[in-house]
């Protein structure tokens, strides 16, 4: 099951009552919690080859109306929205330099409806609490142990500090692992291995396409995988859309064996070095 959907379903012991009014305005939790996905995956923050750091303090303006609607639950609903994104990052393989918080603040710019995600990596202080009951250190949504300082400003290049994803998932380096080690990427189709060999494999119905899926749920230009550390597959406005590891999802980080489906053809993804 998806991490929206879960969010969905822990929601609806809280919409009942009174507190079902809070869902009735413009801005809909589950937007919300889509653009938190979104604003990890693209301000990910890559130290090594076990390790990308993503933001861990968000900041969510809403509208003057929509903030005096959810502001009253902004406690129970900041809650469920910092569990989604630890549940998120647990999939994609993310880790936090500070426990998860998430805010909600009013911009007087904003129309009702209109929402914006503003995010910060936050280092736990030396007098963070020890992890308590169901709360694992060193985890997802705690620093991770022996995880380097954050600097000030990026180093020139690599070998060095962090490689941070562009924001539009643009191709990211790969960070080098043991001398003379490649990481060889395929894709496995119907049983027929189709190997990425370059920065960019678009997927799709069109003869155009590098791979071309014979499927009517496919669209012309489907969707597009990108190499990197981690790789990425991002929905190229396809009709039908894309599902990554039971996740409906536009962009998403793909691990050895992900499974994608677009229309009704299942692509598995594989990646291993040498």
């Known amino acids: 099951m998806g991490v929206l959907k879960r969010f969905e379903q822990r929601l609806e012991g809280l919409v009942n009552g009174t507190f079902a009014k809070v869902f009735k305005s413009e801005v809909q939790p589950v937007e919300i919690a889509g653009a938190l996905q979104r604003e990890c995956d693209n301000n990910a923050t890559i130290w090594n080859r076990e390790r990308t750091v993503v933001p861990n303090d968000f900041i969510v303006e809403l509208s003057a109306p929509d903030y005096e609607r959810l502001s009253p639950y902004s406690g129970q609903l900041g809650d469920e929205l910092a569990g989604l994104v ?11 330099m500070g426990p998860i918080k998430v805010h909600l603040e009013k911009a007087e710019d904003l129309d009702t409806g209109l929402y914006r995600v503003r995010s910060r990596t936050l280092a736990a202080s030396s007098s963070q609490p020890q992890a308590g009951p169901g709360q694992q250190q060193g985890g997802y949504g705690y620093p991770p142990v022996g995880a380097p300082p954050m600097p000030s400003s990026p180093p020139p290049g690599p070998p060095g500090g962090p490689q941070r994803r ?6 990211v380096a790969p960070v080098p692992g043991g001398a003379g080690q490649a990481v060889r990427r395929w894709i496995e189709i119907n049983g ?9 494999l678009v997927l799709g119905r069109s003869t155009e ?4 899926i014979d499927d009517p749920g496919v669209s012309r230009r489907h969707c597009e995988i990108r190499t990197g550390t981690p790789s990425t597959i991002q929905d190229l406005g396809s009709t039908n859309g894309i599902v990554v590891d039971g996740q409906h999802t536009t962009r998403a980080t793909l691990r050895d064996g992900s499974r994608i489906v677009v229309g009704s ?10």
């Open 86 to 96: 630890r549940d998120y990052a647990k999939q994609q393989r993310y880790t936090f």
């Open 166 to 171: 562009p924001a539009g998932g643009g191709h």
């Open 192 to 200: 027929t291995r189709h190997q990425i060999s370059r920065p960019t």
């Open 209 to 212: 396409a590098d791979v071309r």
């Open 265 to 274: 053809t299942t692509i598995i993804y594989r990646q291993a070095e040498g």
